[in-house]
């Protein structure tokens, strides 16, 4: 088990940016595949992107490629999500996630992660 905590959630307007952090706890992290989902009101949760143990691949929801980056740092044990051009369809829960099963994690699969943050508000006005 990972045990996980997001910041860096916020108010911004349309076309700006925020970066959002995540630092795990744990020996497992540095093994593991890391995901960021997303959760709006009345919507299922949704995989936004995933990074595999050493950031040699990345996966994106297409609705935010070229927006999103997605990147770690194993030695602060930390996963980012820079998010740029920011759109209000993207206001949601953000919630970063821990799987040690490829490529089920990589391909978004909700159901392959096993460690969770709390999440962190993001909201996009108009």
């Known amino acids: 088990q990972v045990q996980l905590v997001e910041s860096g959630g916020g108010l911004v307007q349309a076309g700006g940016s925020l970066r959002l952090s995540c630092v795990g706890s744990g020996r497992a992290f540095t093994r593991s595949t890391m995901g960021w989902f997303r959760q709006a009101p009345g919507k299922e949760r949704e995989f936004v992107t995933a990074i595999s143990w050493n950031g040699g691949a990345t996966n994106y929801l297409t609705s935010v490629k070229g927006r999103f980056t997605i990147s770690r740092d194993n030695a602060k044990s930390t996963v980012y999500l820079q998010m740029n051009d920011l759109e209000p369809e993207d206001t949601a829960v953000y919630f970063c996630?821990?799987?040690?099963?490829?490529?089920?994690?990589?391909?978004?699969?909700?159901?392959?992660?096993?460690?969770w943050g709390q999440g962190t508000q993001v909201t996009v006005s108009s």
């Open positions: 996630a821990a799987s040690s099963d490829w490529p089920s994690s990589y391909q978004g699969d909700s159901a392959a992660y096993h460690s």
